[in-house]
């Protein structure tokens, strides 16, 4: 039902029952923090999530494990496994197996499977002309882990981008069901406008984003005006810029492109929806404690815009 074709967050395959899919996904992350059952919390974080971007709920999962058992104790790995069972028993997830290799770099994830209604999958070609573009969390996990790395980043600046980067989206799609979503994406290793650009190719359709409205985690301006930003942020830069046209403030662009294109783990849901249905799909969210902002709206594409076109006011 969906497949790689439009890059989408997720597989949908037909499932036992009739109207029902099953979504099918699989993440790997390295270490962005130093605790690794905090570690292990964010990659489950960060794998269900896909589930939860087409509309889904998660059923089961299996560990994907890349550990260097020569140099760290297996403790570790226990520690890794734990902060994931954690997140996917508060996610309703059974944990029923998994894969361990070894390998001389770090690494953790899961491969996830969920259901969803067929009626109801937020694919990337369901997205509307008109529609607001809701987003849930802030940016900026990239910058912060980059800061981390460098031992830059405030004990503030890592509590909050570790807080954002442990909380699970199943509210905010449950949110994005009530309020007539027809596609989403979750913003993670793309970033905003790569995620983002998945779904104007997908539907045919360009995007405006108000500047003004995008929420950052804290010490993100000032990190990336400082020169930490990953080179997944920098290399989706580059690669997007045929699409952006630039109208915001000239002393802002830098801060403004790098964090739309910053390179995310465990980001929050972009919501393609009615715009009568922001203000109460903002209140409901607000109520989950959720930074979300009406960050723009869809349009179609004009004439002399390139495809999948993102003008920035």
Known sequence: MVDQAHKDDAAVVA???????????????APNVDDPATFG?????????????????PRFALNLAFFCDEHLPL?????????????????????????TVRDPELKFGLSVTGEVRLDD?????RAQAGQALVLTKALGT?????????????????????????TLNRG????????????????????????????????????TI???????????AAQ?????????????????????????????????????????TSGGLLLCMPPDHVAAALADLRALDLPAAHVGHLRTCAADEPDAAIRIE
């Open 15 to 29: 499932g036992p029952a009739p109207g029902v899919g099953l979504v099918l996904t699989a993440d790997v992350i």
């Open 210 to 220: 108000d500047h003004t409205a995008l929420r950052l985690l804290p010490g993100v």
């Open 224 to 264: 990336i005006a400082a020169g930490h930003v990953p080179g997944g942020s920098a290399a989706n830069r580059t690669f997007l810029a045929p699409a952006f046209a630039y109208h915001g403030p000239a002393d802002m662009e830098h801060v403004i492109l790098t964090a739309i294109c910053d390179a995310q």
């Open 41 to 57: 919390a964010i990659a489950a974080c960060n794998s269900i999530s896909d589930v939860y971007a087409m509309g889904g709920e």
């Open 75 to 99: 403790e570790v790995l226990a520690e890794i496994q734990r902060g994931a069972a954690a997140v996917c028993a508060q996610a309703g997830v059974a944990v029923v197996g998994g894969h």
């Open 121 to 125: 999958v937020w694919s990337n070609r």
């Open 172 to 207: 905010a799609m449950e949110v994005g069901r009530r309020h007539g979503v027809t596609s989403a994406t979750d913003v993670t290793g793309f970033g905003l406008a790569g995620h983002l650009r998945n779904i104007l190719r997908g539907s045919a359709l360009a995007a």
């Open 142 to 166: 990239g910058v912060i882990s980059q800061a981390i790395k460098k031992g830059a980043a405030s004990d503030d600046e890592i509590a909050a981008a570790v807080a954002s980067m442990t």
